[in-house]
């Protein structure tokens, strides 16, 4: 493709994502958050921030990958005194997990509802907080039309939203800048050393708003997301040996 035209198609893609609802970020960039490879899918290289990313989770173990890798997403955000409302009605995370990734539990505010549409209601007002760095919401289903006004919550005060949808009755169309469904991998040892190697996930960029989906084996080391090398991964065979 000529560099003209290359030029033209990255000008509209800039116009065309204020008309979807997403606006100019605040409080950082991919840079900031050190994603590795996964970046070169966003517009511009960048991780979107004041929008709303949807996570599917097929059973409990997804929920728990997915909540890790969210705090990876968000520790260097949380590091500059950011605060994080995180709803739900039955928390699967253990709060102190959270310094894993350089988040200090009182950083998080945990809010439990007994009923969805009670956390979709709060989910909502929170993402109006401009005083909020992020805001996590444990949910079954999401239509578009609640998506919808989440998004546009969140392009007004730049809050960013996440969603774990544990085991969806249906896969729908939402207004979700982006879909992931993350799941662990095991860890790698050295030969004959005890111990619990580095957290690695598969992370599935399902969907992506003018960007491009994919799937990466990354690990948490030294603070920061790093993609696994081919070697360094572990065959499925030997999975059950090694965890």
Not at 11 to 17: E, F, G, S, T, V
Not at 49 to 75: P, Q
Not at 163 to 183: D, E, G, Q, Y
Not at 186 to 206: H, K, T
């Amino acid at each position: 493709m000529a560099p003209a035209k290359e030029k033209i198609i990255e000008q509209l893609r800039k116009d065309i994502l204020p008309m979807q609802g997403y606006g100019s970020r605040r409080n950082g960039s991919i840079s900031d958050l050190e994603l590795g490879p996964i970046k070169e899918s966003f517009p511009g290289a960048s991780f979107p921030l004041a929008a709303i990313h949807e996570f599917f989770c097929m059973k409990g173990e997804d929920v728990v990958a997915s909540s890790g890798f969210i705090a990876g997403i968000l520790s260097p955000l949380m590091q500059k005194g950011g605060v994080c409302l995180w709803i739900s009605n039955s928390r699967k995370i253990f709060p102190i997990g959270l310094k894993t990734f350089g988040i200090n539990p009182d950083q998080v505010i945990f809010v439990e509802l007994q009923k969805e549409k009670d956390i979709l209601w709060t989910m909502e007002e929170a993402l109006k907080c401009e005083g909020l760095t992020a805001v996590m919401g444990e949910i079954k289903d999401l239509n578009f039309n609640t998506s919808r006004r989440f998004q546009l919550a969140a392009d007004k005060s730049r809050v960013t939203g996440f969603i774990l949808r544990l085991n969806p009755r249906i896969v729908n169309t939402t207004a979700c800048f982006t879909r992931w469904k993350i799941s662990s991998l095991p860890s790698l040892l050295p030969d004959d050393m005890p111990g619990v190697g580095f957290i690695r996930w598969n992370a599935e960029l399902l969907k992506v708003r003018n960007g491009k989906p994919g799937s990466w084996s990354i690990e948490w080391f030294e603070g920061r997301f790093r993609h696994i090398p081919v070697n360094e991964i572990i065959p499925f065979h030997q999975q059950k040996k090694t965890g």
